[in-house]
């Protein structure tokens, strides 16, 4: 759906106001948003968790995650490194030789502070001098010889080469710079009482997680995508453990995927997703936006992989409206044509086939109405029934104008603390 056509006060907010486990959302916004719709509803059953990095909410501090939690082996790292890589270039880019072997030093850096226990922050300090030896011997005496010895030999190689895919890295991780960022990820003082955020612990209670960033250059986006993955992954263990599938299904809303929530195996997660009881609802502006995060054939991998598909209004997309008009079928037109001769008049009948929905007919799709491609079921246009036209939207509707004018009030007090006492400290 194109912006503004329904997407959260019709898809996202009702889904996350009837979920009966636990909830993820991903989102760009906070005021007059999803965030701020349901986050008392939520709070009534649960601990609602806010990551906050880039203050869209303004929300405090009051909760930290480990970044490094799952960056234990190489596997994990190496997801993680991708997610850094994946939230600074398109698909298009992303194989090429210094954002491969950005990544692969990322990697070894990542492995080496998780494994000795230091935060992230100390690969910022080892991205910045390359000649340190620290995350070598590290690695060595985590007995990886091999990650060592490729981090050694990068360190080592011309220094025309080193120093370029040191500065992509460091590009890549820049968002840590900003040590507000940085705080939500790494361990908190000892005098600050702030709550870890667990996945593990999250995957089976009723609590919600909202992650928030802005988009574009210098995001925390990485993070945000870290984040999600992390949760999701620790939600399949949890499956795998209790038999196979959540006992109550988690609820994943990738509101503005292409944006803040860049996973990159994502198309293969949503094959095996579902049969966990991890529900994953990516929210795109267009196919063309999916395309540009995930490639010609990732987008048509989440695409087949996705049992129920749903199309809003603004598709301007020729090839896609077409093939969408395809997808729901010709139907028969009974056509009457009358001709006259000498002999009089004569009446035939024929049939023709016409398509269901024309490509400009799905262009023109009124918000707030969508398309429905569903598994086993023949295609379905839709009135989407927003959260304010629910039984319970009054009260809904108050704590969302509460939330906003919080976050207003929040906004504006730093704003005045800066005015009056130079920069927040």
């Known amino acids: 759906m194109a912006p503004r056509s329904g997407k959260t006060s019709g898809l996202a907010i009702p889904a996350i106001l009837r979920a009966p486990g636990p909830v993820l959302l991903t989102s760009n916004k906070a005021a007059n948003d999803a965030f701020t719709a349901t986050a008392d509803a939520r709070a009534e059953v649960g601990t609602v968790w806010t990551l906050d990095p880039q203050q869209i909410a303004h929300a405090p501090r009051e909760m930290w995650w480990d970044i490094l939690a799952d960056a234990h082996d190489l596997a994990g790292a190496r997801r993680l490194a991708g997610h850094f890589v994946t939230a600074s270039v398109d698909e298009s880019s992303s194989g090429d030789f210094w954002s491969t072997a950005a990544a692969n030093t990322l990697t070894a850096l990542f492995l080496a502070a998780a494994n000795d226990g230091r935060p992230i922050t100390d690969v910022l300090a080892w991205l910045a001098s390359p000649a340190d030896r620290t995350p070598v011997d590290l690695l060595h005496d985590a007995g990886l010889d091999a990650v060592a010895a490729q981090l050694q030999g990068t360190v080592a190689g011309a220094v025309e080469t080193r120093d370029g895919i040191y500065e992509t890295a460091r590009q ?246 800066r005015d009056h006492f130079g920069p927040a400290a």
Request: a neutral charge.
């Open 172 to 417: 890549y991780a820049s968002c840590l710079l900003d040590p507000e960022i940085a705080a939500w990820v790494t361990p908190p003082h000892r005098s600050e009482r702030i709550a870890q955020f667990r996945p593990e612990a999250f995957a089976t209670s009723r609590d919600t997680l909202f992650l928030l960033s802005k988009d574009g250059g210098g995001s925390a986006s990485a993070i945000i995508a870290a984040a999600a993955d992390a949760v999701m992954r620790a939600a399949v263990i949890q499956a795998e453990r209790d038999g196979g599938r959540l006992d109550a299904p988690l609820l994943a809303i990738l509101d503005e995927a292409a944006n803040v929530c860049k996973i990159q195996d994502l198309p293969d997660l949503y094959s095996h997703l579902g049969s966990r009881g991890v529900i994953p609802v990516t929210i795109l502006q267009s196919y063309r936006q999916g395309v540009r995060v995930w490639g010609e054939a990732g987008m048509d991998a989440l695409w087949s992989a996705s049992t129920v598909k749903l199309i809003g209004s603004g598709i301007d997309d020729a090839d896609f409206a077409d093939k969408l008009s395809r997808l729901v079928g010709d139907h028969d037109v009974r056509t009457v044509s009358v001709s006259t001769s000498e002999s009089g008049k004569s009446t035939s009948v024929s049939m023709r086939q016409e398509r269901v929905l024309p490509a400009d007919a799905i262009r023109a799709l009124p918000k707030g109405s969508a398309l429905l491609l569903a598994t086993g079921i023949r295609p379905a246009l839709l009135d989407l029934k927003p959260w304010y036209k629910e039984p319970d939207a009054a009260r809904h509707g108050a704590a969302s104008a509460k939330a906003t004018a919080a976050i207003t009030e929040r906004a504006l007090s730093k704003t005045l603390g």
